[in-house]
């Protein structure tokens, strides 16, 4: 019997029947348990009724069985026999999920505590077979582990829609040790590309360890092409891959297993623009700042010290005051008043947010807005960190 846990279970009944006030045995992994059928539903279209039994291939819900898992076998009292459970991928990529320690925390949030957090993270775990959740050092963080990152991001959308705010940092894949060797996982990588971008497919596949294992025509115009890569190659490509192919690629991946490490991957080669003080932000400001790279906000925006709000044009991260207001003067020269023309600022998803992020900054996610961030938060004690990482 297939069974997911919420107020009532839900399943298919496999063999045999059951029945209102039934006993019952629910065989665990471990240990086996004994309840009681207290409720007994079915579904006629939209609406479910009340039954008192029900048989094979019936589709039913029922209550009374406390403290039950994805993959536990409810069987009749006399005869308990376990159906095997398949399975699940281990999970390959882990992210730090914390509580909201920013200057704008609580603002739009309705549960922004640890316990909130906490208690969540954990009730995901009673339907989500492929997560793990792990508690750290801090009691306001959690490191959360799952088959990718788009695993990972659909929970924390989940979550912000029921009202949750919290900080997330760039995922990481889980390394093992096999046979005393460092191993990482690895996935198949299946991509269908127009022609014209084939070679910069592969050339931008290639810099991240990827290995071409087959190459074929599809449809027409358009090309198959296969791969292995380490998953840690997959985190920040997919915006990479829809850019290069003008939107018309497509990309799957499947985990294929562990292989020894295959070395160091080619991370992010731009710094970020930083807000250097609180306010909000001026167009006088952005135009200075626009010179220097491409943003992420426009004017009216409220930041905070340490708040990335865009991309630098140059390797490293650059301060920049976004809520500079022009200073009045006297004089008046033709021209001086035009108004000042700003470039659209870049829309970050919270996929694309995930994907952009290096292990110094956050993302923080609230129910309303999506913010980069660096972990540092004041600029002179990121740049004293920065200083004594280099020594």
Known sequence: MTIMLEELLFGRIERGYLELNMPITICKADKNENARVTKLYTYEGLKRIEIEKAGAGDIVALSGVPDINIGDTICDFNNPEKIDFVDIDEPT??????VNNGPFAGREGEFVTSRHLRDRLFKELERNVSLRVKETDSSESFEVCGRGELHLSILIETMRREGYELLVSRPKVIFKEIDGQKCEPIERLVVNVPDDCIGTV???????????????????????IEFKIPSRGLIGYRTEFLTDTKGNGIMSHIFEGYEPYKGEVLARTRGTIVAFEPGKSITYGLYNA?????????????????????????????AINVCKEKHLTNTRASGSDDALRLVPPIQMSLEKAIEF???????????KSIRLRKKILNNKDRERAARSANK
Not at 297 to 311: F, W
Not at 357 to 367: G, N, Y
């Open 93 to 98: 990529v882990s992210m730090t999920f914390s």
């Open 290 to 318: 626009q010179d220097k790279g491409e943003l992420f906000i426009g004017p009216g925006v409220e930041v905070y010290e340490g708040m990335i709000v865009g991309i630098n044009s140059r390797n490293e991260d650059l």
């Open 202 to 224: 592969i050339e931008k596949i290639g810099n991240r360890k990827g290995e071409m294992l087959n190459m074929e025509p599809a449809e027409t115009g358009h090309t198959k």
């Open 357 to 367: 992020i290096q292990d110094d900054e956050l993302v923080e996610v609230t129910p």
